[in-house]
């Protein structure tokens, strides 16, 4: 059994490598790399699986898990400069992939083990990612 | 090759576990407990999981799996309020996740054993559980 | 130029007129009317027409709407019984329809007369309703 | 008759007066004026309103209309700093309700005068703005 | 008070002028026009503007306005070829325009003259068309 | 670690085996084989899993993937009839489920061993199948 919580937060990024020169950075990253930072509305998925328990029926009981969520991820993301604000993507390029590898590994330290915990990240109504920590 | 027919119902609800008390029942789960209910538009993916028949194209037929899912589930809990009307939830509290068992058992009985099943259940915009079955 | 705040709430209710025996409610109102009650998840538009303050460039701060909203609306009808537990709807059906009027006034009351007001109110991805005021 | 095109780009922003210091900014913006710019996925509805034209059955070709948004709105918006990037908010704080204005008045350039023409634009899941050039 | 209700219909369909060769066709109708014909899944948006009757607390009965529609437009149109197979659109090119206007009318004969009625039709997330009659 | 690009395309096809005469395929696929075809907006989600590269923090790079996709899927199939335009349903009823393989199959050919495919094609809000190659 899983179950999900799905919060949402609004953030400004741009995708760049440090190490690469301004053409290069365009050349890969398109204008995502524009110096000047865009932004989204990112939906944020966690799935937490585990048993039901018998007592409450639950899996985990979601407003616990919308509490955590908001605390470790909301609070540190909502209406942040993920490149400038953001200590988490120091020498890590914010892309979804890596956002959705420091939510998970965020939201790993306060889930409890017995559970398998995914994250789903949409970033734009087309594109989005799934990370299940299963590398 | 998993194919997925989505059907809605509408019904009441409280969340309530008879043996405790009601200070505790509202400490557990908050305003899902209120004495007189609240309800909510569920939302029913049904997954069918299996080889395509080369006669038809289909897995299944998905008009058969809409039959079988309002026989099952949509006449069964449409405009009901689970607690009161649906001997189903007789001594199990009707959280979502109680709610796709008992959902993924009445289908079960009724698709072929050569297919995996597997259902998911959206309660809010927020919040939804997945479950396939497999304990 | 209009704005426009979100809200949403979880209630259960039933169609049901006092004066008429239960064959006649549920000949006018279907399975709506059962007797214990079903319910929605009900999407809340809130529509404020003005002008822009040249100050802040907002019609109004949505912010603010949205406590205003969550005032007196969400916390009055949340997980509520609308038939049980809101004086709101004493010998008032609470239809979609009645619903939205009951939530106009109680927002009237509270935003500025200089503004036009208007409610859309969601209860199934198949119905909804709108209210502007203007009878 | 009404036509409608959608259309989608990302920014960023931040909600900031310059005349104002840091805290009144807080005070009355929150964190949507936090100093490294935050951002979203703006949607655009564009709305043409007149006859349908008797030998094509269109109003407005949604393909042209495609390309003038695109032209108009998206090659000037998409993946910019609203604040820095974008001489059209100098001096004006880019509020929905200011960006909705800026691209009426440059889609209004471009539509011919016998269509009516309004926009929405929705800034998150549960804001948006609506203006139809009536002041 | 305005309520509305909601239907889906698929249907193929092409744009193509009957006095123009193919060239033309295809240089104003691009790929819509191309001959095999292609398809969509129609949403349609049904909305009733009237008083709500204070016995019911209904402007209309939805689940009556729900037949009307079923009668009228999905049995019609549903899994049809607009161009082959509807003399509706005998001589008249069905862009979603005109496919309003059809309905529209095929609707206003089954309402009540008492209410307005107005129809919103989606054929793709990008493009809709609104129609209230008033020509 | 996976990542997805959402693409659309509209076409227009019938459920029918040449083998079967009228009665049969009337009997079998329902209102989907009416002779003159009906039409759907077809959702296609294109899921590639595999390791992020540690350069560039992508797993794929979604505007690749977006061109290879609009090439192998859109512009072979939109604005087409599946039936009668495209070689790849020779002989294969274009139900959602075999589409989606002949999809999978147009990309897996131009997506790297090393990334494991899978894609969902969604026909209508009710119907969707889900095909991930492991047969």
Redesign the interface.
């Known amino acids: 059994?899983?179950?999900?919580?799905?919060?949402?937060f609004?953030?400004?990024?741009r995708?760049f490598?440090e190490d690469w020169n301004e053409a290069k950075n365009l050349e890969?990253?398109?204008?995502?790399s524009?110096p000047?930072?865009?932004?989204?509305?990112y939906t944020l998925e966690v799935?937490v699986d585990g048993?039901?328990d018998p007592?409450?029926?639950?899996?985990v009981?979601?407003?616990t898990l919308?509490h955590i969520i908001r605390e470790e991820v909301i609070e540190r993301f909502?209406?942040?400069?993920l490149n400038?604000?953001c200590p988490e993507f120091d020498g890590?390029?914010?892309?979804?992939?890596?956002i959705?590898?420091v939510i998970w590994k965020l939201l790993r330290n306060r889930i409890d083990e017995s559970f398998k915990l995914e994250v789903q990240l949409t970033e734009?109504?087309?594109?989005?990612?799934?990370?299940s920590g299963e590398?």
């Open positions: 059994m899983k179950v999900c919580r799905r919060e949402t609004n953030a400004a990024h995708l490598i890969v990253f398109g204008k995502c524009y000047n930072y865009h932004g989204h509305n799935w048993d039901i007592n409450t029926g639950f899996v009981d979601l407003k919308k909502d209406h942040k400069n400038l604000d890590l390029n914010p892309t979804a992939e890596n959705a590898v734009t109504e087309n594109n989005k990612v799934f990370y590398e």
